[in-house]
């Protein structure tokens, strides 16, 4: 699909006041964006990495033309931790300075709004508007239209203890949002990040946003996405990582609410010794769409990587798993191990999924599995002669089911809330809250 | 208590139980004994309500209800508890929740007040001493890569906090070594009072050197074939179930003629 | 470890390595080629070679129809480009797409009619055509190049119902037959490789066991590319009618020559109610040399269909051989109860690539599926399993169960795997588990430390490896299997 002349004269990077475009560069990065997405335009269900996942809705429901900025929004009410972490909220992608707090941070640290940067025509963001990241054409959509985001940029040996907390609401304004994070960890420095997508609204609204990882030798980083999109929104996403030797990379995906969510989330393992984990949980219900593409690329010897994958599908929702995993030539010693099971819960309701592996390297330890089914009858036999009735059993193991990996948050705060919002959605989730 | 009359009970059509009568009134210990593939753990899961099994013939009276009747859960609710021969483990719920769920679900049944966070900690405290556990216990998952040991000690665990009227111990003793069956036995000694009652499973006489049954029974082929006191077991030690079943057949023989 | 243990081990492990080139790495026994008489068609595809293979075989017209209709569609269709094999582009106008042995007119109608030359190639491959020498219990159809020369037993066979002679044969005496069922299982339409084989295939063999038959010997089929240049495009159809029975076997190898050959078969099964159908593949086709000259292309297009309730259908496959396979043995569950499995083992060597698995699709209820498959990569070889489990919104209480493993010798090959899994019932239960791995340094060692040689060692491995799949094979074939896969039996007991 190539954008009609008339659409694409009314989204031209040109036409959109966007940050940065007085800076030749931005400006150039963005063109030619913009034409590599045009030329392509949305990817169709013919793509292998779209098989399960049909977007023509996006461009027919949506608009692309992205938001502008808009200061009367209150969204205060909708902040997680106020009082705790380094808080920047983003309203239809768009800094607030206002609602955010980013607190104290400490020597060798710095938290930025991308759009201020890239008004300065700070050095740092070109390198990450390269071709190289566009892991897909929605990146190139991003890189296009990014209004803003935060860039978290850590110096060697730095520690942030504290959670860097990025909140994104989407306003009600149904135009497009376009956030990109960049997030740079020197050697040996660690931090945690949380990206938390909130829609306030049912109405078509679309979210394209990016998020580019880089550690370095023996740096760390635990990043939490949450994604809980209003009932109409379509939400696409990447997060790509580079690590160097020995550095830890822990990603975590909730995804709670949307239309239709696609993460791409990928890890490039370049140096010796790097450890990555891919945590997910989907919790669909209606007809949510939930699709993951994973990628973790073993380039270099030693490597370990895990991923734990986990969707409860109700209603007529369906859930779609892609985890590929490439042992490249030479990198032997790595041991990489990938699951995802399914709970099927309603008649409507389906799964897809493909558990992927390409090895080309022989000293290695590499396992995969994948299920679909339903709850265990022993366990509920189990909890049943124990005194507690089939319905409470069943919330319980679903509950069960999905804290295997909630548990694997490394932030309290945000663990107990994503606990609270599964026990939410299921029909004796109450009366577990309650014992918890 | 508990008056099991000819019960038939099948598994895909193939005969399992085939007459069981047995008779337990409160405060007694029974121990039911006998070979592999008699049908002790049919009968054990079948008093539980475990679905799968046909009943064919025979009733099950327990506390003047007909407990076939009732709902697993119903079953626990009202006294009825069986420890696992082999625990299920249910990764992502703490044993904690599990417990408090259980006992909760058990007490609103008997209108008590639900315990709250602190109480239900302080209880669980007390019993958890009494099996040799600590505190790390609670916040892992349920049988969740527990040892074969823990997990029987998490039954006895669950046995005492839930404290029911009816206990039946399905192989409670296999696996232990010998100061895990003693802390076990002594759990269980501990549990026996004049209003329970206790249905000890099992193979080996082993246990029944720590918890002297009243009533030992000999279950062979679906049948119990013998009765008798604590002495029977260690006959059953010393000369195995060939004896017994020899004797029986010899009787019913007889009763033909 | 020590280091000196290690050592010693890292030396175990070069002689091991060496060992397995050995093993694996054998020459081709199978590469002479036949000198005879041939009657060939020239190179090239048109409508009129299309005409022209239906007249040299008598065909009727529904027969011609039907080829016509799959080539005009053809015309319309691309190569698939979705596989993980990479090969040069393949000249359809170049092959010549019939070659037979000139023999007698209308073939031969007897053993002593055929020509003795071919009997003595069959007799070097190990597939006597003579019934008195056979192997107890094989009925043999043997296919030459284009044609089927040979079907023994068939008189025996024949007492009990059992129609089992080549397809040509088949088109002659049983049209109905072959009207109702061809093209059911794979319609002309299917995929590129079948739809060409619709159009242009020359022979193969024809299989029907009536209502409550248990067919009593295994039946096999033996093809053979002789000719160069040629591609071999047989067509199999087998069906099973109600409580009928059958194990068949299929066998294949090629002359060594430089040029890679096209092979597009396409096998039907059709299992009635309550029906079986074991089917079973030693593919040994010649694999190109070490530099990965020559060769066969191996497009094949398998399928059974469980039309009726309670049918089963079995697949078995050891690839050993062709410079690339391309092939999806595929169980269709239509029928409630019925049952379908795969069991494969696909070895790649030197430059081979494989792209094999299986598609399993549940359609009725309390339908079942195993899937197996083991590969095995050495040399530059890539080896891949492509799998899809598929359960459609009826097929109550569907269940599947996979597992592929891969095991990899050597650091310049790969093993992959695409396994796709989708469903739309929630009382089905799905279960994929994969591994991919080495022959273990610690079983290596622990098998070296109870006093048994590396060789025999990494024997035993590969051997317990494919154990499993083995087991699915007639007791004969599984002797071959091994032998082909360079494990010798001793080692593997006790």
Same mark, same amino acid.
């Given at each position: ?12 990077? *040109? ?18 964006? $913009? ?6 335009? $949305? ?76 008004? *300065?025509?700070?050095?740092?963001? *070109?390198?990450? $508007? ?38 994104? @609401? ?14 740079? %960890? ?32 023996? %740096? ?24 160097? %030797?020995?550095?830890? $990379? ?20 370049? *140096? ?135 548990? /694997? ?8 809330? @994503? ?13 577990? /809250?309650?014992?918890? | ?84 021969? +082999? ?116 193979? +080996? ?35 195995? +179930? ?5 004797? +029986? ?9 | ?69 799959? &080539? ?25 797409? &019939? ?145 009928? &029975?059958?194990? &068949? ?246």
């Amino acid at each position: 699909m190539n954008l009609q002349q008339d659409s694409r004269q009314n989204i031209e990077p *040109e036409h959109v006041p966007l940050p940065g475009h007085d800076v030749p560069w931005v400006v150039r990065a963005r063109q030619s964006a $913009f034409e590599r997405f045009a030329a392509h335009g $949305f990817p169709t269900r013919r793509e292998e990495e779209w098989k399960y996942t049909d977007v023509s809705a996006i461009g027919k429901r949506a608009s692309l033309k992205p938001a502008p900025p808009d200061p009367t929004s209150d969204a205060a009410a909708l902040i997680l931790f106020r009082d705790s972490g380094h808080l920047m909220v983003f309203v239809d992608g768009h800094y607030s300075g206002e609602l955010s707090a980013a607190g104290e941070l400490p020597a060798g640290v710095r938290l930025a709004s991308l759009a201020d940067m890239l008004n *300065e025509a700070a050095d740092l963001p *070109e390198a990450f $508007f390269d071709q190289l990241h566009e892991h897909t054409i929605f990146a190139a959509l991003n890189n296009a239209f990014a209004t803003g985001g935060a860039v978290l940029n850590l110096a060697p040996g730095t520690v942030l203890d504290a959670p860097v907390y990025l909140l994104f @609401i989407a306003s009600g304004q149904g135009a497009a949002i376009y956030p990109r994070n960049i997030v740079i %960890a020197g050697e040996g420095a660690s931090a945690t990040v949380i990206e938390h997508y909130l829609g306030v609204i049912d109405a078509h609204n679309f979210t394209d946003v990016v998020t580019q990882i880089s550690l370095g030798a023996g %740096a760390q980083l635990q990043h939490c996405k949450l994604v809980q999109e209003g009932s109409g929104a379509f939400h696409v996403a990447g997060i790509h990582a580079e690590q160097a %030797a020995d550095s830890r $990379f822990v990603s975590h995906s909730f995804v709670l609410g949307g239309r239709l969510t696609r993460n791409d989330i990928t890890s490039s393992l370049n *140096e010796p010794g790097c450890l990555c984990t891919l945590n997910g949980l989907y919790l669909l219900d209606g007809k949510q769409h939930v699709d993951h593409h994973t990628r973790i690329d073993h380039i270099a010897p030693s490597g370990i990587s895990r991923e734990y994958y986990r969707g409860i599908m109700n209603g007529e929702s369906r859930g779609v798993f892609n985890g590929k995993l490439l042992v490249h030539p030479g990198a032997v010693k790595t041991d990489a191990h990938q699951a995802n099971h399914n709970l099927l819960l309603s008649r409507q309701a389906c799964v897809d999924t493909k558990p992927q592996l390409e090895i080309l390297a022989d000293d290695v330890k590499c396992t995969h599995g994948a299920t679909v089914g339903q709850l265990n009858d022993d366990s509920l036999f189990y909890l049943r002669s124990r005194g507690v009735d089939a319905a409470l059993a069943r919330s319980l193991l679903i509950y069960g089911f999905a804290n295997d990996i909630i548990e /694997k948050v490394g932030v309290p705060d945000l663990r107990a809330r @994503i606990r609270h919002l599964v026990l939410e959605r299921l029909p004796q989730g109450g009366q577990i /809250k309650v014992m918890l | 208590m508990l008056t099991i009359k000819n019960l038939h009970a099948q598994i895909n059509g193939k005969e399992i139980l085939r007459g069981i009568d047995l008779n337990i009134r409160a405060g007694e210990v029974h121990a039911i004994m006998g070979p592999n593939g008699s049908g002790k753990s049919t009968l054990a899961q079948l008093l539980a309500g475990r679905e799968g099994y046909q009943v064919s013939a025979g009733s099950v009276d327990y506390l003047g209800r007909d407990l076939l009747a009732m709902m697993p859960e119903e079953r626990a609710r009202e006294g009825v508890f069986l420890a696992f021969q +082999y625990p299920v483990e249910i990764p992502g719920v703490s044993n904690a929740l599990f417990l408090k769920t259980s006992l909760n679900s058990i007490r609103k049944h008997h209108g008590l007040t639900e315990l709250d966070a602190m109480d239900f900690l302080h209880l669980l405290r007390d019993k958890m001493k009494l099996v040799g556990m600590d505190e790390s216990f609670l916040s892992r998952a349920v049988n969740e890569g527990f040892s074969g040991g823990e997990k029987k000690r998490n039954e006895i665990l669950q046995l005492a906090v839930l404290e029911p009227r009816l206990a039946i111990l399905d192989e409670t003793d296999s696996g232990l070594d010998i100061d895990a069956l003693k802390l076990i036995a002594d759990g269980i000694n501990g549990m026996r009072n004049p209003e329970r009652a206790i249905v000890l499973v099992t193979h +080996y006489q082993r246990l029944l050197n720590y918890i002297v049954p009243d009533v030992v029974h000999v279950l062979s082929q679906g049948r119990i074939v013998k009765s008798g006191g604590a002495e029977l077991a260690l006959e059953l030690e010393q000369h195995g +179930y060939g004896w017994v079943e020899a004797e +029986y057949a010899a009787r019913n023989a007889a009763q033909e003629r | 470890m020590d280091g000196q243990a290690k050592k010693r081990l890292e030396v175990n492990m070069t002689t091991v390595t060496r060992q397995l080139d050995e093993l694996i790495g054998r020459e081709y026994r199978d590469g002479f080629y036949t000198t005879l008489a041939t009657d060939a068609l020239p190179r090239g595809l048109n409508e009129d070679i299309i005409r022209m293979i239906s007249a040299r075989k008598n065909e009727p017209e529904f027969m011609l129809e039907w080829r016509l209709k799959a &080539y005009r569609h053809w015309l319309t269709m691309t190569e698939p480009q979705w596989a993980n094999l990479h090969h040069p582009v393949i000249d359809y106008q170049n092959i010549c797409y &019939y070659s037979a042995p000139k023999s007698e007119k209308d073939g031969p109608r007897s053993l002593s009619e055929i020509d003795p030359e071919l009997l003595r190639t069959y007799q070097k491959l190990g597939i006597p055509l003579n019934e008195q020498e056979t192997l107890a219990g094989v009925a043999v159809d043997a296919v030459f190049d284009s044609v089927s020369v040979a079907t023994t037993f068939k008189a025996k066979l024949a007492e009990l119902g059992i129609i089992f002679c080549s397809f040509s044969e088949a088109v002659q005496l049983h049209p109905d037959l072959v009207r109702q069922y061809l093209g059911s299982v794979v319609p002309y339409t299917d995929n590129f490789f079948a739809t060409l084989n619709s159009a242009v295939f020359s022979d193969g063999s024809f299989c029907y066991i009536p209502p409550g038959v248990r067919c009593p010997m295994e039946l096999s089929t033996y093809f053979r590319i002789n000719a160069k240049n040629t591609g071999q495009f047989e067509r199999t159809l087998i069906i099973a009618d109600k409580d009928a &029975y059958v194990s &068949y076997l299929e066998g294949c190898t090629a002359p060594m020559r430089d040029e890679n050959q096209l092979h597009a078969a396409v096998v039907e099964l059709i299992a009635l109610q309550g029906a079986r159908i074991k089917y079973a593949t030693v593919q040994n086709w010649y694999p190109g040399d070490r530099e990965g000259r020559g060769g066969i292309y191996n497009f094949v297009t398998k399928r059974g269909d469980c039309r009726g309730a309670n049918s089963h259908i079995s697949w078995t496959q050891v690839e050993t051989g062709s410079a690339i396979t391309w092939k999806y043995p595929s169980v269709i569950l239509r029928g409630d109860n019925s049952v379908g499995e795969f069991y494969s083992v696909a070895l790649t060597n030197h430059y081979q690539q494989a792209d094999t698995g299986t598609k399993m699709i549940h359609i009725g209820r309390n339908t079942r599926s195993t899937v197996l498959s083991k590969g095995i990569s050495a040399g530059h070889g890539q080896n891949s399993y492509r799998g899809l489990i598929k359960v459609l919104p009826g097929a109550e209480n569907a269940r599947n169960y996979t597992q592929c493993d891969s095991l990899l010798l050597g650091d310049q090959c790969g093993a992959h795997t695409f396994p796709y899994i989708e469903v739309k019932n929630p009382s089905a239960r799905v279960e994929h588990e994969a591994s991919t791995s080495r022959i273990g340094e610690e079983q290596l060692f622990y098998c070296t430390q109870r006093g048994i040689a590396p060789e025999d060692a990494v024997s035993m491995i590969i051997n317990g490896f494919c154990k499993a799949v083995f087991q699915e094979l007639p007791m004969e074939f599984a002797v071959e299997a091994q032998k082909l896969l360079g494990v010798s039996l001793e080692g593997s007991t006790g």
